[in-house]
């Protein structure tokens, strides 16, 4: 059932001349993931990017953990610069609109380089970067390759910032855990106020989304579930959401609930989906 669904899903996001509208399984018709668990799908340009935890791809020499999809061949392509794949999963993938695709997860050194669970791919000319700093002047030593100790789970770029939001860094201070920016004009990673850090270990981010104003908001394991960053502070969202409480079926770090994802419409209103059974105090299951 789950490689089914996860065959449909990336053949949706193929041109209509691809699908076979009376065949309901017109997604085996094109080359799938193997052994595959994909948790992310960007689309930019002419390609469907694809990213998660899988051994390879079909028709794709060392197509790990991170490949892509020719909408014109239609067909699998390794992606440029990765001999190998990636050496861990991908979990997010973002295409920053400003030349690069910024990937996210729990890998290390693409294509040799010092990136820490988040890189950025130039598909223009197939290289791969670090988002490093260079000043080293940072809040607590170590980010000089980016977040460590987990995984990044979601990116989103703001004008200047990257964000990353995740769950790592459990040493750290309160405030450099599950989120931090980059600052993509003084090369430097940076601390993004108070953090998300909850009571406990909440506080872990699941999603994040930009919106039109310039403001973030940030799908988090706390009290609140959704909060907003304006530039300067953070604040709960929207009323935040409710949980289905801990009934032995919930992982206790979801009992106050969790945002899965999240898309904002064109009209301004946004979607979110989870676990959860209100949002801002309104009855909503999921």
Do not use: C
């Amino acid at each position: 059932m789950k490689r089914h669904l996860i065959a449909s899903l990336g053949a949706a996001l193929l041109p209509a001349s691809a699908q076979l509208q009376t065949d309901a399984h017109w997604g085996y018709d094109a080359p799938q993931l193997a052994q595959s668990e994909p948790f992310a799908f960007e689309v930019s340009g002419n390609y469907l990017y694809a990213g998660g935890l899988f051994l390879n791809t079909e028709g794709v020499s060392n197509g790990k953990n991170f490949v892509r999809f020719n909408l014109a061949t239609q067909a699998w392509e390794q992606a440029p610069g990765l001999t190998s794949g990636l050496d861990g999963r991908v979990d997010t993938i973002e295409d920053g609109g400003d030349g690069f695709i910024y990937v996210g997860g729990n890998f290390r050194n693409p294509s040799g380089t010092n990136a820490k669970g988040i890189a950025r791919f130039n598909p223009g000319n197939g290289t791969w970067e670090s988002l490093t700093s260079t000043t080293q002047n940072l809040v607590t030593p170590g980010w000089e390759n980016g977040p460590v100790d987990g995984r990044v789970k979601a990116i989103a770029r703001i004008g200047n910032y990257v964000y990353a939001g995740g769950n790592f860094a459990a040493n750290n201070p309160d405030n450099e855990r599950f989120i931090l920016r980059y600052n993509l004009t003084a090369s430097q990673w940076e601390s993004v106020g108070a953090g998300t850090k909850g009571s406990g270990d909440g506080g872990q981010v699941d999603a994040l989304l930009a919106l039109p104003n310039g403001d973030l908001i940030a799908a988090t394991r706390n009290t609140a579930g959704l909060m907003k960053w304006n530039g300067t502070n953070w604040s709960t969202y929207a009323g935040g959401i409710t949980g289905p409480g801990d009934s032995g079926e919930v992982d206790p770090e979801e009992a106050t609930g969790a945002v899965r994802i999240m898309k904002l419409h064109p009209d301004g209103r946004i979607f979110i989906a989870g676990s959860f059974n209100a949002a801002g105090g309104v009855s909503a299951n999921f």
